[in-house]
Nanobody, 125 residues
Framework: QLQASGGGLVQAGDSLRLSCAGS????????MSWFRQAPGKEREFVVAVRWDGSVQYYDHSVKGRFTISRDNAKNTVFLRMNSLKPEDTAVYYC????????????????????WGQGTLVTVSS
């Protein structure tokens, strides 16, 4: 089970930090990712982090502005979002890889089998 939080209404240029809390002892064995879905659009990949936190992969649209991290001792993944833009407005979902201990990071939503409920981020111009 995944619980996402931290969304809100901010102005362009502001920052937010999203959190995704997981349950279960195996949390630290799985790649985690964030996806987002803007109104009227399909869900899209944002960023993924390897199970041990050593490797991250960012979509080009957020690279340099967003940072993913994880604390496996606390079963939590974070997404720090800086320099937010109106086009970042979306519901953000965290997701857990379906494969334990994978070394390749996936951008495909079909690869992930557990999803959080989503947290809304709204960036005003």
């Amino acid at each position: 089970q995944l619980q996402a939080s931290g969304g809100g209404l901010v102005q362009a240029g502001d920052s937010l930090r999203l959190s995704c809390a997981g349950s279960g002892r195996a949390f630290g064995r799985y790649e985690m990712s964030w996806f987002r879905q803007a109104p009227g659009k399909e869900r899209e990949f944002v960023v993924a982090v390897r199970w041990d936190g050593s490797v991250q992969y960012y979509d080009h649209s957020v690279k340099g502005r967003f940072t993913i991290s994880r604390d496996n001792a606390k079963n939590t993944v974070f997404l720090r979002m800086n320099s937010l833009k109106p086009e970042d407005t979306a519901v953000y979902y965290c997701a857990r890889d379906s494969i334990s201990g994978s070394y390749d990071l996936s951008t495909r939503s079909s690869r992930y089998d557990y999803w959080g409920q989503g947290t809304l981020v709204t960036v005003s111009s």
